[in-house]
């Protein structure tokens, strides 16, 4: 099998390409996204979590970041799962290191008081919510203009599935490869450069690039429906595109989320209610230690 555009070996099917022009076509679809989306001359905090999709968005923006003026500050957190925390940090560290970048590190014991492994029940359906709250916190008080995040076309092809079997169709007015900042609200604005990419192709590009990443889940990770679902049902990257492109034009006659946004009386940030979920949770767990 050649490549479509030269005689080498093709590395892949579909689209059919050697490492070469894979490689290309792969910066080329990030650098296509920022210019689409108009995320040129921004500031931008990369989260990385040292898994596949977070280093190799930072890796590749790293490189795109002159063409686009992009002023870049990485972030960690330190969520204190063992062993998985450590290596995840081991390999921010070093991606960020090789980059030439400083990261930060937010350390969730020590500015919150607790860590993910305090929290007994269903640690997942907390722990994302957490992060999107230390990030969006941490980018409003910072004056970023985007959290920069590394979700790939397979978790939103799950994500728009797995709101339709639970029939949430209102939730599906949230898949997106952006969300926009609304500064009088403290919401920072969310961007996914790999939103039109498959984990193939991620996984594929880390490899060619010699990228390390975390090898081993998190140990919460075990038995998530979304590594279920992965499994049990297998489209081609034309189909995943399809289906994301059909709901984000489906989003257009979507009923909206209508929902009244006030400010937490505890810690200030956006919330539907008095107390926002942070700091309910935060309060629930410090009281259980
Ligand atoms: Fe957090 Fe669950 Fe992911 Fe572990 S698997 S990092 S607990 S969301
Ligand atoms: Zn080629
Ligand atoms: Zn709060």
Do not use: W
Not at 30 to 42: E, S, T, V
Not at 74 to 96: D, H, N
Not at 222 to 244: A, G, H, M, P, W
Request: hydrophobic share 35%.
């Amino acid at each position: 099998m050649k490549c479509q555009h030269c005689k080498k070996q093709a590395i892949l099917k579909s689209p059919r390409l050697c490492e070469d022009h894979f490689v290309e076509y792969f910066e080329r679809k990030i650098g296509k996204f920022l210019d689409k989306y108009k995320i040129k001359n921004k500031k931008l905090l990369v989260a990385i979590s040292g898994g596949k999709d977070s280093v190799v968005v930072s890796y590749v923006l790293s490189k795109l970041k002159e063409k686009f003026n992009l002023q870049i500050e990485y972030f960690f957190i330190r969520l204190g799962i063992p062993v998985f925390t450590e290596k995840s940090e081991e390999i921010a560290t070093k991606v960020t290191e090789s980059i030439n970048y400083p990261l930060t590190i937010y350390d969730l014991k020590k500015e919150e008081g607790f860590t993910i492994m305090d929290i007994k029940y269903k640690p997942c359906s907390y722990c994302g919510m957490i992060r999107r709250y230390i990030l969006n916190k941490y980018a409003f008080e910072n004056d970023f203009d985007y959290v920069v995040l590394g979700h790939n076309l397979d978790d939103e092809v799950f994500f728009i599935f797995n709101n339709m079997f639970n029939k949430n169709i209102t939730q599906l007015q949230r898949t997106g490869p952006l969300t926009q900042t609304i500064k009088d609200k403290k919401l920072v604005g969310r961007i996914k450069p790999l939103y039109f990419l498959t984990e193939q192709e991620i996984l594929l590009y880390a490899k060619l690039k010699n990228l390390p990443y975390v090898g081993c889940a998190c140990p919460n990770s075990l038995e998530s429906t979304q590594k279920k679902f992965k499994k049990d049902i297998e489209f081609s990257r034309d189909q995943k595109l399809n289906i994301v492109y059909s709901i984000l034009e489906m989003k257009k006659y979507l009923p909206e989320e209508k929902v009244e946004l006030k400010f937490c009386e505890k810690c200030g940030f956006p919330t539907t209610s008095d107390t926002c979920k942070f700091c309910r949770t935060k309060e629930k767990i410090l009281s259980t230690l």
